[in-house]
């Protein structure tokens, strides 16, 4: 199968390039030209390469009432999602190859966004053992993480460091320091304070940032520190990266939006993790993600169903649906910094794809046929029945985004079309 | 923000949620409404018919005694049908979700649902799931709120003080889990109160509590000097258990009340607590029982407070 993007605005974040032209695609990569059998008229969308998310939670195997393969992976094509990596806290969760194998042999058969599968680092993310690392990677594991399972046994994560960093393997974990953030739901501020909500301090976050740095400069691990919220967090990843150490970082597209002052009056789509922080966290995530100080922006993608939200604040499931939002809340972060559409695209395509080791994200000849199209001047109204996800839970009910995806493309192929 | 959720569209009170955000004028509405229901208190016929054959369902989803009995004697005085619900004890444990639970009793016709709940904002949930003609009244949720008792506290502020305008309050002890601390803050700031004090231990404050408006003191012989009204905040056994505080004798030490402590309080101060007391923990029997304690008619107070609420809110 053979295609043909005419008259689209081609941006390719990896190169620079931003004009009108033309994309081909055959054998289902990118071609210099061909005779294609399918032509699509792009004329007034931008046609970009597909997106990558590298934090989207697909609930399977063990959270199918929340989310399915099939729905999750709807809402990635919707979303012009054409690659994602699904942290490992599944129930249960990825520490086993078989597992992995499933899970990679399930999405596969559905055809639509390649799914890279981040394996347990520890068995059964218990923080105790070291999980089984190579065969994990041969399974098809591309990176070894805890998800959202704590990990407070310091002399455990410096021997999984070590462990890690003895083959190369690259290690994703989220800074929170698991004592100081027991029990906490909440930023711990003034809002916290107000509404009564046990807090998690900003300095959970740093104390175990310092740690987690310091571990992984003394094992010579390369480290991916997932879902920054600090300001604190952005200038220890800045001063990290001025010393030359290998670690990236992301940020998920709540944190540049929103701060605690969006809980309103205990809006339990607003509880995540982690929690949403002070308007100067979000101001200096943003401009930490502007400056490249973050490498990249993920939706962190969480359906939980509404029973798991129908609850009290402290007592509803964190997390929010993310996959179809990625494009136009990264738009409106790109919009707000007053950023060149190739540089705010960037963060969703070229950084992810160099933090993954993946050679899409890119649209030269040669790179994977992996697109999406859109029209960024469409407007998208959040309302539940706008979202092929099967959660419905996002602080962004009721909102109008930028950014509507009209194709999305995997290996050559149109996946959706909308 | 959203609009907030405890008022109507006109601004009338359709649920007490919580003091915060709630207008001077509504304050004033419900103390007033208290001061004419506290005369039906000490008549020999202790009732007005103004909920009759309306049905006060109480949703203890937390265990208490005074404030579900309180809310019981005032309903009642009110001429409502009082339904006790003892949930800690029933359907929660079989698994049935809170929304459910509410669901079921309100196709027994409630009309005031009185709500406690361990979790913050669970009352918030309950009212934006009830029928229109529904009221809720927090009866205390978490650590957030528990605005009757802060509307009891401002009703015996203002039965012995008379002016808000001119005092300066003393708040001291566990702040971080009160609600109670929280309503009394947020009426006193609506009310004009000029300078209202927290004192307590930095393991007791909550992050950011100067932002309510208050003043923060440590130390509580500076922290009580020339308050007219000492508020006590119970201290619960089991903040000995979280590295909070070393032990309750070095918290009675420091910050129990005392004869002594209270002396540096003005002449006519007036003491209060939101019960029940711990003796010898946070407050000294000599004081408890002593002049400037009005521990024990806040409770009768109490009962006035929640009729005027409850008749408040039926009407709107």
């Known amino acids: 199968m053979s295609l043909h993007i005419k008259n689209g605005r081609v941006i390719d974040p990896a190169s620079g390039k931003d004009a009108v032209g ?4 055959a054998d289902g990569k990118i071609v210099e030209k061909v005779k294609a059998e399918k032509t699509i008229d792009a004329k007034g969308l931008v046609v970009c390469p597909g997106f990558i998310d590298i934090a989207a939670r697909l609930r399977e195997p063990g959270y199918e009432y929340k989310a399915t393969l099939e729905s ?7 979303g012009g999602v054409t690659s994602l990596a699904c942290p490992p806290d599944t129930d249960p969760p990825l520490d086993e190859p078989g597992l992995v194998d499933m899970l990679r042999r399930r999405a596969k058969a559905l055809s639509r966004a390649r799914v890279y599968p981040l394996g347990a680092l520890t068995v059964k993310l218990e923080g105790r053992n070291l999980a089984e690392m190579a065969e994990l990677r041969e399974a098809g594991c591309v990176a070894f993480s805890q998800g959202n399972a704590p990990l407070a046994d310091n002399l455990v994560l410096w021997r999984a460091l070590q462990y890690a960093a003895t083959f190369d393997f690259p290690v994703w974990l989220r800074a929170e320091d698991a004592a100081l953030a027991r ?29 987690l740095l310091e571990l992984a400069r003394a094992a010579g691990a390369r480290v991916h520190v997932c879902r920054l919220s600090t300001a604190g967090a952005v200038e220890l990843i800045a001063r990290a990266k001025r010393d030359k150490q290998p670690v990236t970082c992301d940020v998920s597209i709540h944190h540049v939006h929103l701060s605690d002052m969006d809980l309103g009056y205990f809006d339990s789509n607003c509880r995540l993790e982690p929690p949403l922080r002070s308007q100067r966290d979000r101001d200096a995530l943003s401009r930490g993600l502007a400056e490249g100080v973050i490498d990249c922006l993920c939706s962190d993608h969480t359906p939980v169903d509404e029973d798991g939200k129908h609850l009290p604040f402290a007592e509803a499931e964190p997390g929010a649906t993310g996959l179809e939002l990625l494009l136009p809340l990264t738009l409106k972060w790109g919009e707000a910094r007053k950023l060149p559409l190739a540089q705010t695209l960037a963060r969703i395509t070229s950084a992810p794809a160099r933090i993954l080791g993946v050679t899409s994200g890119r649209l030269e000849p040669g790179a994977p046929g ?8 469409a407007m998208l109204r959040v309302v539940p029945e706008a979202l092929k996800s099967q959660g419905k839970n996002t602080p962004f009910l ?8 009209r194709y999305t493309i995997v290996a050559g192929n149109v996946v959706h079309e909308g | 923000m959203a609009r907030n959720p405890q008022l109507n569209a006109n601004g009338e009170l359709q649920h007490l949620l919580s003091i915060e955000g709630l207008p001077r004028e509504v304050l004033t509405q419900i103390l007033d409404t208290a001061e004419s229901f506290a005369g039906v208190t000490e008549r020999e016929v202790k009732k007005v018919p103004l909920l009759r054959g309306k049905s006060v369902f109480n949703l203890f989803f937390e265990p208490s005694t005074r404030t579900r009995t309180t809310f019981e004697i005032a309903a009642k005085r009110l001429s409502a049908d009082v339904i006790n619900l003892n949930i800690a004890l029933s359907s929660q444990t079989k698994g049935e979700s809170l929304l459910d639970t ?10 005031i649902f009185v709500v406690r709940h361990a979790a913050s904002g669970a009352p918030f949930l309950i009212a934006r799931h009830v029928k229109p003609h529904e009221h809720v009244v ?25 002016d808000f305008t001119q005092l300066t309050v003393a708040i001291v002890g566990d702040v971080l889990h009160s609600r109670v601390a929280r309503s009394l803050i947020h009426g006193l700031t609506t009310l004009g109160a000029p300078e209202v004090r927290v004192i307590g231990p930095q393991t007791l404050m909550p992050a950011g509590v ?8 440590h130390d509580m012989h500076a922290g009580l000097k020339d308050c007219d009204v000492v508020v006590m905040l119970r201290l619960q056994n089991e903040r000995m258990d979280g590295a909070l505080l070393p032990s309750a004798q070095e918290y009675f030490k420091t910050y129990g009340l005392t004869l002594d402590k209270l002396a540096r309080a003005r002449r006519d101060a007036i003491v209060m607590h939101p019960g029940p007391m711990n003796r010898g923990v946070e407050i000294d029997s000599s004081v408890a029982d002593g002049p400037h304690s009005v521990i024990l008619p806040q409770v009768t107070f109490g009962i006035a407070v929640r009729m005027a609420v409850m008749s408040i809110v039926a009407g709107n």
């Open chain 1, 22 to 25: 033309d994309v081909y695609v």
């Open chain 1, 72 to 78: 999750e992976m709807d809402a990635a094509a919707a």
């Open chain 1, 183 to 211: 029990g906490g739901v909440s930023h711990d501020g003034e809002v916290a304070t107000r509404l009564g909500l046990q807090g998690i301090p900003a300095f959970a976050e740093t104390t175990a940032l310092a740690t």
């Open chain 1, 370 to 377: 992996d697109i999406a199209i859109f029209d960024p001047s």
């Open chain 1, 398 to 405: 009721g909102h109008e985004l930028p950014g509507r995806v």
């Open chain 2, 102 to 111: 509410v669901a079921n009793l309100s196709a027994m016709q409630a009309d």
């Open chain 2, 138 to 162: 927090n009866a205390g949720d978490g650590r957030h709120a528990h605005p009757t008792q802060g509307l009891l506290d401002l009703f015996t502020i203002r039965h012995y003080k008379k």
């Open chain 2, 210 to 217: 100067e932002a309510l408006g208050v003043k923060v003191f």
